[in-house]
């Protein structure tokens, strides 16, 4: 499985940004997927995630209410949707894909496929 994030940018603090996540290969294994993130100096921190059937959504306490999570299963593509951002929402961004078919996790330990990453600038 590969994973390709796209929609990273500069933007200004209080718009918006929507980031993009299309999977390819053995795609029929992949269950839950996820959004992590990583400023300079600081740990991986988790974004949000979505389960398989993509009617269950977690978040992390910081973006909880500004950013949203879907999947579009026919497309095998998720997309996180970052709305009124902060300075403090600069990273890169990081989807990953859990290949157990239950489950919404939460730690970045429990995925098994991981894109690029994809740089995520807002400007105060």
């Known amino acids: 499985v590969q994973l390709q994030a796209f929609g990273g940018g500069l933007v200004q603090a209080g718009g918006s940004l929507r980031l993009s996540c299309a999977a390819s290969?053995?795609?029929?294994?992949?269950?839950?997927m996820g959004w992590f993130r990583q400023a300079p100096g600081r740990e991986r921190e988790f974004v949000a995630a979505?389960?398989?059937?993509?009617?269950?959504?977690y978040y992390g306490g910081s973006v909880k209410g500004r950013f949203t999570m879907s999947r579009e299963k026919a497309k095998n593509t998720v997309l996180l949707q970052m709305n009124s951002l902060k300075p403090e929402d600069t990273a890169v961004y990081y989807c990953?894909?859990?290949?157990?078919?239950?489950?919404?996790?939460?730690?970045?330990?429990?995925?098994?496929?991981w894109g690029q990453g994809t740089q995520v600038t807002v400007s105060s």
């Open positions: 290969g053995r795609t029929f294994s992949i269950g839950a």
């Open positions: 979505i389960n398989w059937s993509g009617d269950i959504t």
């Open positions: 990953a894909a859990d290949k157990g078919l239950f489950g919404t996790p939460m730690n970045e330990y429990e995925y098994d496929y």
